[in-house]
């Protein structure tokens, strides 16, 4: 009797020996492994990655200077070849220069130009999930911690922000901006602003926008996750021994809640991406001639029937890579819900 | 209790709609009966009445010949003295009579009001014999068009008086006529429109104005210069003869439907903004038994107002337009295509297209900036491979529709014209351009920063995209930024008046004639004094000032010297616009690229004039293409 126990209990520690060092994010990925789906999207998303990162060498020469030549890209995307516009597919130039995707209504290479729009789409994915990320869960986390008459204020302020026009307050910027820009007599930090700005074809205030009103989603399911958190045992336990109101929420609470906020902040990229795109389809996204997906599709749609390669290389883009983020998305999300983790 | 009626009515117009929603496609066959507030004049008392209307006038009588046409956008206004733009001038022209109109195919003046028009020797006085039965009607919105009568019940013909009043009424300030100086040649007009009218002579420069009604159907215009291209001024609505008693009664809003009063071949039936705007025909016009033989048969114009050229020309192609323009991207499709090629229209409009350099902001503050920019644009590449309509590569502002234009002479701008046009080719004139800038201290473009600026539209993106990418391969260092603006705020960032930190360095337009004379080009709209002045051209330029006092006394001298000499003081004005100062960069002449179904037989005017009086629909035609 006494020594069966003895193994259970052995058993049990042994067990329990295996499983430190384990956290819920490092149980989470090894869950996320098994998700085919997941995995494929995710490796796609890398790719991505790599072609935004190396499609030209400006990553290099912005250290060290010097001018900038395309590296993935077979071209350059702003070269106009006028003699040969609105080619198909595999058209071969007299000079030996090959269009694996075709051109466009200038001559432009089509390949080049989606490889280059990747730089868009994947910046506008990553600086707009971190400015609302960043912003949601600071808010989020201080609003639910707080009183209650200070919750109150605070979420209030998101829902006045809620009711607010997204896209008037988006166009109203951007013409802001641009016009700050064609004054040309900005001074000091938004010189600087301003430069940025161009030096990323017209899309810095595009993150701005984008970040600075996703925000409020973000924050409130991480009020709701502070709330629920913020009653438990060890929040308990750490106020008894006297830690202060930040060490509690920064080092207790935010660990915590923060695997559901990447989940929602995933899902919500794809939207970021097809923002942009239709931000610049209707004319206040990047500046031509920096390709982005939605302004090509914006430039070509007219000629879907006569060149339909035109839309359809900037589409097809477009639609793999939200897709390959909203399974991705899913597949954290699932990864990190304790209930579908089976054994 | 009306605001009770009005609230009901607009419920019910709404289940209305709601319940039309869905088969919107058919709309021609079914009479609806669909209730509306209607706007309506009771004896000079303004009342809404809720009324129950049918879409068709007559339920009974077979449907009219109806004409669909698209607008392509909003006529921003009806009003004569006010219209600017070629949209409303087509309207314009529809509903109102000039003393003279111009030929459709030769643009030479023929007799509208004016029957006959004669002037002293050295063309400074003219005389017009008008016509003594032009009516004014008023039509009533779904209902018939009446003859308006005066105090002692005889119908109100269109006299000398009205013709007065209106070109005083444009020169008029207080009207605010933004093409008032096209009425400059005559004699006072300008002195009136540059007075303060609360000054104390205002009435005497009112009367002072060289225009007056000799009898009721004799009027005669004194100019300040001979000019025998006056009887094409009095074609442009400017001139048109507008109802005074309408004017004074209703003030800015007489031109709305319900209050306005016409006299041109056809009425505003129906204008829903933004959406449609419908003509029918106006039963008491002269013409349509004068000129029987050349009258066609369109008793309605149906017209919607849709800005996309793609969307219309789908519209077109799904038969529920009659005629359309080609945008761009469907050209080689349309040139290819066994029936649409048949249906394609494309012949020499006079109008040019161009970019203009403002000349007080830096970079364009340099005559060599402007120059090499101006050089670096590969006109014929431009019109072959992007435009694709037949378009004319252009070395001068002034059309060659035009008298006085040297478009085309080697003399002029070499650098603009291809080899086999005796010109530069675009090689050497992108040699020549990089000196240039290298002169101005841009080597290879570095340290330029050019805005470009156009208004909102697919066409003029892809040629500013273009431009952008010959700058660009030309001056590899160079910043070029595109931008654009809607229409209307686009007008005001760039007219004259505007501060210059909103403008850009470059900027986008057209101008089409308004009559076919080198003087309304070259002096009207750059004329530093006189013209719109966009590029702020200015006689203390550093570099330019002189040239610029050549070009503005070179253009005024013109105006009273002979034909002959005209020919070469307008090419003069031409070099030093285009070449020597470099204030515009003149891009292509315009071609019309438009189909017409094969059962419409239509004029094909310049911009803003259609002569829809003179089309033939064959109904049978259409009905047995559409399968009904």
Same mark, same amino acid.
């Given at each position: 009797?006494?020594?069966?126990?003895?193994?259970?209990?052995?058993?049990?520690?042994?067990?329990?020996?295996?499983?430190?060092?384990?956290?819920?994010?490092?149980?989470?990925?090894?869950?996320?492994?098994?998700?085919?789906?997941?995995?494929?999207?995710?490796?796609?998303?890398?790719?991505?990655?790599?072609?935004?990162?190396?499609?030209?060498?400006?990553?290099?020469?912005?250290?060290?200077?010097?001018?900038?030549?395309?590296?993935?890209?077979?071209?350059?995307? =702003?070269?106009?070849?006028?003699?040969?516009?609105?080619?198909?597919?595999?058209?071969?130039?007299?000079?030996?220069?090959?269009?694996?995707?075709?051109?466009?209504?200038?001559?432009?290479?089509?390949?080049?130009?989606?490889?280059?729009?990747?730089?868009?789409?994947?910046?506008?994915?990553?600086?707009?999930?971190?400015?609302?990320?960043?912003?949601?869960?600071?808010?989020?986390?201080?609003?639910?911690?707080?009183?209650?008459?200070?919750?109150?204020?605070?979420?209030?302020?998101?829902?006045?922000?809620?009711?607010?026009?997204?896209?008037?307050?988006?166009?109203?910027?951007?013409?802001?901006?641009?016009?700050?820009?064609?004054?040309?007599?900005?001074?000091?930090?938004?010189?600087?602003?301003?430069?940025?700005?161009?030096?990323?074809?017209?899309?810095?205030?595009?993150?701005?926008?984008?970040?600075?009103?996703?925000?409020?989603?973000?924050?409130?399911?991480?009020?709701?996750?502070?709330?629920?958190?913020?009653?438990?045992?060890?929040?308990?336990?750490?106020?008894?021994?006297?830690?202060?109101?930040?060490?509690?929420?920064?080092?207790?609470?935010?660990?915590?809640?923060?695997?559901?906020?990447?989940?929602?902040?995933?899902?919500?990229?794809?939207?970021?991406?097809?923002?942009?795109?239709?931000?610049?389809?209707?004319?206040?996204?990047?500046?031509?001639?920096?390709?982005?997906?939605?302004?090509?599709?914006?430039?070509?749609?007219?000629?879907?029937?006569?060149?339909?390669?035109?839309?359809?290389?900037?589409?097809?883009?477009?639609?793999?890579?939200?897709?390959?983020?909203?399974?991705?998305?899913?597949?954290?999300?699932?990864?990190?819900?304790?209930?579908?983790?089976?054994? | 209790?009306?605001?009770?009626?009005?609230?009901?009515?607009?419920?019910?117009?709404?289940?209305?709609?709601?319940?039309?929603?869905?088969?919107?496609?058919?709309?021609?066959?079914?009479?609806?009966?669909?209730?509306?507030?209607?706007?309506?004049?009771?004896?000079?008392?303004?009342?809404?009445?809720?009324?129950?209307?049918?879409?068709?006038?007559?339920?009974?009588?077979?449907?009219?010949?109806?004409?669909?046409?698209?607008?392509?956008?909003?006529?921003?206004?009806?009003?004569?003295?006010?219209?600017?733009?070629?949209?409303?001038?087509?309207?314009?022209?529809?509903?109102?009579?000039?003393?003279?109109?111009?030929?459709?195919?030769?643009?030479?003046?023929?007799?509208?009001?004016?029957?006959?028009?004669?002037?002293?020797?050295?063309?400074?006085?003219?005389?017009?014999?008008?016509?003594?039965?032009?009516?004014?009607?008023?039509?009533?919105?779904?209902?018939?068009?009446?003859?308006?009568?005066?105090?002692?019940?005889?119908?109100?013909?269109?006299?000398?008086?009205?013709?007065?009043?209106?070109?005083?009424?444009?020169?008029?300030?207080?009207?605010?006529?933004?093409?008032?100086?096209?009425?400059?040649?005559?004699?006072?007009?300008?002195?009136?429109?540059?007075?303060?009218?609360?000054?104390?002579?205002?009435?005497?420069?009112?009367?002072?104005? =060289?225009?007056?009604?000799?009898?009721?159907?004799?009027?005669?215009?004194?100019?300040?210069?001979?000019?025998?291209?006056?009887?094409?001024?009095?074609?442009?609505?400017?001139?048109?003869?507008?109802?005074?008693?309408?004017?004074?009664?209703?003030?800015?809003?007489?031109?709305?439907?319900?209050?306005?009063?016409?006299?041109?071949?056809?009425?505003?039936?129906?204008?829903?903004?933004?959406?449609?705007?419908?003509?029918?025909?106006?039963?008491?016009?002269?013409?349509?038994?004068?000129?029987?033989?050349?009258?066609?048969?369109?008793?309605?114009?149906?017209?919607?107002?849709?800005?996309?050229?793609?969307?219309?020309?789908?519209?077109?192609?799904?038969?529920?337009?009659?005629?359309?323009?080609?945008?761009?991207?469907?050209?080689?499709?349309?040139?290819?295509?066994?029936?649409?090629?048949?249906?394609?229209?494309?012949?020499?409009?006079?109008?040019?297209?161009?970019?203009?350099?403002?000349?007080?902001?830096?970079?364009?503050?340099?005559?060599?900036?402007?120059?090499?920019?101006?050089?670096?644009?590969?006109?014929?590449?431009?019109?072959?491979?992007?435009?694709?309509?037949?378009?004319?590569?252009?070395?001068?502002?002034?059309?060659?529709?035009?008298?006085?234009?040297?478009?085309? $002479?080697?003399?002029?701008?070499?650098?603009?014209?291809?080899?086999?046009?005796?010109?530069?080719?675009?090689?050497?004139?992108?040699?020549?351009?990089?000196?240039?800038?290298?002169?101005?201290?841009?080597?290879?473009?570095?340290?330029?920063?050019?805005?470009?600026?156009?208004?909102?539209?697919? @066409?003029?993106?892809?040629?500013?995209?273009?431009?952008?990418?010959?700058?660009?391969?030309?001056?590899?260092?160079?910043?070029?930024?595109?931008?654009?603006?809607?229409?209307?705020?686009?007008?005001?960032?760039?007219?004259?008046? @505007?501060?210059?930190?909103?403008?850009?360095?470059?900027?986008?337009?057209?101008?089409?004639?308004?009559?076919?004379?080198?003087?309304?080009?070259?002096?009207?709209?750059?004329?530093?004094?006189?013209?719109?002045?966009?590029?702020?051209? @200015?006689?203390? $330029?550093?570099?330019?000032?002189?040239?610029?006092?050549?070009?503005?006394?070179?253009?005024?001298?013109?105006?009273?010297?002979?034909?002959?000499?005209?020919?070469?003081?307008?090419?003069?004005?031409?070099?030093?616009?285009?070449?020597?100062?470099?204030?515009?960069?003149?891009?292509?002449?315009?071609?019309?690229?438009?189909?017409?179904?094969?059962?419409?037989?239509?004029?094909?005017?310049?911009?803003?004039?259609?002569?829809?009086?003179?089309?033939?629909?064959?109904?049978?035609?259409?009905?047995?293409?559409?399968?009904?």
């Amino acid at each position: 009797m006494t020594v069966q126990t003895t193994t259970a209990k052995k058993d049990w520690m042994v067990e329990a020996a295996k499983r430190r060092g384990r956290s819920p994010l490092h149980d989470a990925f090894r869950q996320l492994l098994k998700n085919r789906v997941a995995v494929i999207s995710g490796i796609f998303i890398l790719i991505l990655v790599f072609i935004a990162l190396f499609v030209d060498n400006a990553l290099f020469t912005f250290f060290t200077g010097g001018e900038t030549k395309p590296l993935l890209a077979p071209y350059r995307y =702003g070269t106009a070849n006028f003699l040969y516009t609105d080619k198909p597919p595999l058209t071969r130039t007299e000079d030996g220069q090959l269009f694996l995707l075709g051109t466009d209504y200038l001559g432009r290479d089509l390949l080049s130009r989606v490889l280059y729009g990747t730089r868009i789409s994947l910046t506008v994915a990553i600086v707009a999930s971190l400015v609302s990320l960043g912003i949601g869960l600071v808010y989020g986390l201080i609003s639910g911690y707080s009183s209650t008459r200070v919750d109150n204020i605070m979420m209030r302020i998101v829902d006045f922000l809620y009711g607010f026009p997204f896209l008037i307050f988006v166009i109203l910027m951007q013409v802001f901006f641009k016009a700050q820009a064609r004054r040309g007599d900005a001074a000091g930090i938004w010189q600087f602003f301003l430069d940025i700005d161009k030096a990323m074809g017209g899309m810095f205030f595009i993150f701005i926008a984008i970040g600075a009103i996703n925000w409020l989603g973000m924050a409130r399911i991480a009020r709701g996750q502070t709330l629920s958190y913020k009653k438990k045992e060890f929040v308990e336990a750490a106020r008894a021994i006297g830690a202060t109101d930040r060490r509690i929420i920064f080092k207790h609470l935010l660990p915590n809640i923060l695997g559901p906020c990447i989940v929602a902040e995933t899902l919500a990229i794809p939207g970021y991406i097809s923002l942009e795109a239709f931000l610049s389809f209707i004319g206040l996204g990047v500046n031509p001639p920096t390709p982005s997906w939605g302004l090509m599709i914006s430039e070509t749609y007219q000629a879907l029937r006569t060149a339909p390669w035109e839309v359809m290389v900037p589409g097809i883009a477009l639609t793999l890579t939200t897709l390959a983020f909203n399974m991705l998305g899913d597949g954290i999300r699932d990864a990190f819900d304790p209930r579908l983790r089976g054994e | 209790m009306r605001r009770v009626a009005l609230l009901v009515a607009a419920l019910v117009s709404l289940l209305v709609l709601a319940a039309c929603g869905g088969q919107s496609g058919e709309t021609t066959e079914v009479v609806k009966e669909v209730t509306k507030v209607v706007t309506q004049v009771v004896e000079g008392e303004t009342v809404e009445k809720v009324v129950v209307v049918t879409a068709t006038p007559e339920p009974t009588g077979p449907e009219p010949v109806t004409v669909n046409i698209n607008w392509g956008t909003e006529p921003p206004t009806a009003d004569p003295a006010l219209s600017t733009d070629t949209t409303s001038h087509a309207l314009i022209e529809e509903i109102f009579l000039g003393l003279t109109d111009l030929d459709p195919e030769t643009s030479e003046a023929i007799p509208e009001l004016a029957l006959e028009w004669s002037a002293n020797e050295d063309n400074t006085v003219w005389t017009f014999k008008m016509r003594d039965n032009a009516v004014w009607v008023r039509h009533v919105p779904g209902g018939e068009t009446e003859v308006v009568t005066d105090d002692e019940g005889n119908p109100r013909v269109v006299t000398a008086q009205d013709v007065v009043y209106g070109v005083k009424r444009t020169c008029d300030p207080r009207t605010g006529s933004d093409y008032s100086y096209i009425l400059y040649i005559i004699k006072g007009c300008e002195e009136l429109n540059t007075a303060d009218p609360e000054a104390e002579n205002f009435q005497e420069l009112y009367d002072a104005v =060289g225009v007056r009604a000799v009898d009721d159907f004799t009027v005669e215009f004194e100019l300040n210069y001979g000019a025998g291209f006056f009887p094409q001024i009095a074609s442009m609505p400017v001139t048109f003869p507008v109802p005074r008693w309408v004017i004074e009664e209703k003030g800015d809003r007489w031109v709305e439907p319900g209050f306005i009063v016409t006299n041109g071949p056809y009425v505003i039936d129906e204008w829903v903004h933004g959406d449609r705007l419908d003509l029918v025909r106006n039963p008491h016009w002269y013409g349509w038994e004068e000129y029987a033989d050349q009258a066609g048969n369109i008793e309605r114009l149906h017209g919607v107002m849709i800005e996309e050229a793609s969307t219309s020309f789908a519209l077109y192609e799904s038969n529920e337009l009659d005629t359309a323009g080609v945008p761009l991207e469907q050209m080689d499709r349309v040139k290819t295509d066994p029936v649409l090629s048949k249906e394609l229209v494309n012949n020499p409009i006079n109008c040019t297209y161009y970019y203009g350099f403002i000349t007080k902001k830096a970079p364009t503050d340099d005559v060599n900036v402007r120059r090499a920019l101006s050089m670096a644009i590969d006109r014929k590449t431009l019109v072959d491979a992007v435009l694709k309509g037949g378009q004319i590569p252009a070395n001068a502002f002034t059309n060659p529709l035009n008298f006085g234009s040297p478009a085309g $002479d080697p003399e002029v701008a070499p650098w603009a014209l291809p080899e086999e046009m005796g010109g530069w080719g675009y090689a050497k004139a992108v040699e020549e351009a990089k000196k240039l800038l290298e002169e101005a201290g841009y080597p290879d473009g570095a340290g330029l920063d050019i805005l470009l600026m156009h208004n909102v539209s697919e @066409s003029h993106a892809k040629i500013a995209q273009a431009i952008q990418a010959m700058w660009q391969q030309a001056f590899p260092q160079a910043t070029v930024t595109i931008e654009t603006q809607e229409w209307r705020v686009y007008l005001k960032t760039i007219e004259k008046d @505007s501060p210059l930190e909103d403008k850009p360095n470059v900027y986008r337009l057209g101008w089409c004639a308004d009559y076919p004379h080198a003087n309304n080009w070259v002096h009207e709209v750059f004329n530093p004094e006189e013209g719109s002045n966009r590029p702020l051209l @200015s006689y203390d $330029d550093p570099q330019v000032g002189d040239l610029v006092r050549e070009f503005a006394e070179t253009t005024k001298a013109a105006q009273t010297a002979s034909p002959e000499e005209q020919l070469a003081l307008y090419k003069r004005a031409e070099q030093l616009l285009v070449d020597e100062i470099a204030a515009m960069a003149p891009i292509y002449y315009y071609t019309r690229v438009a189909v017409a179904k094969p059962w419409l037989d239509r004029v094909w005017g310049e911009p803003g004039r259609m002569y829809l009086w003179q089309w033939n629909l064959d109904v049978d035609a259409r009905n047995a293409a559409m399968g009904k």
